[in-house]
């Protein structure tokens, strides 16, 4: 059984920056393709951005390219969400995926493991 739980979610002002992580059990890490995902209230969840088991490719969605970064370290079986530059418009819950791939993975439903999810406010 895999188990995802994510952290660093919080309130912040825009502009500002958040750093989400996700510590994942999966064992070994390596096998699996990771994705964030986020769902605002009165929405449905959408794709953030995901990478590949070994983080040699990452996509984005147009929403927050150049503006947020993922990336993993195997080693710590953890991935990071690196947010900048965040607006109102990004408040929501962020929750990471995984799914056993050495694929690029970024439909939500090929993930098999998902987290709880953290909260993310962004205030004007």
């Known amino acids: 059984q895999v188990q995802l739980a994510e952290s660093g979610g919080g309130l912040v002002q825009a502009g500002g920056s958040l750093r989400l992580s996700c510590a994942v059990s999966a064992r070994p890490f390596y096998g699996y393709a990771m994705g964030w995902f986020r769902q605002a209230p009165g929405k449905e969840r959408e794709f953030v951005t995901a990478?590949?088991?070994?983080?040699?490719?990452?996509y984005y969605a147009d929403s927050v390219k150049g503006r947020f970064t993922i990336s993993r370290d195997n080693a710590k079986k953890t991935v990071y969400l690196q947010m900048n530059s965040l607006k109102p418009e990004d408040t929501a819950v962020y929750y990471c995926a995984a799914d056993h791939s050495f694929d690029l993975v970024t439909a939500e439903n090929d993930y098999d493991y998902w987290g709880q999810g953290t909260q993310v406010t962004v205030s004007s």
């Open positions: 990478i590949d088991w070994n983080g040699g490719r990452t």
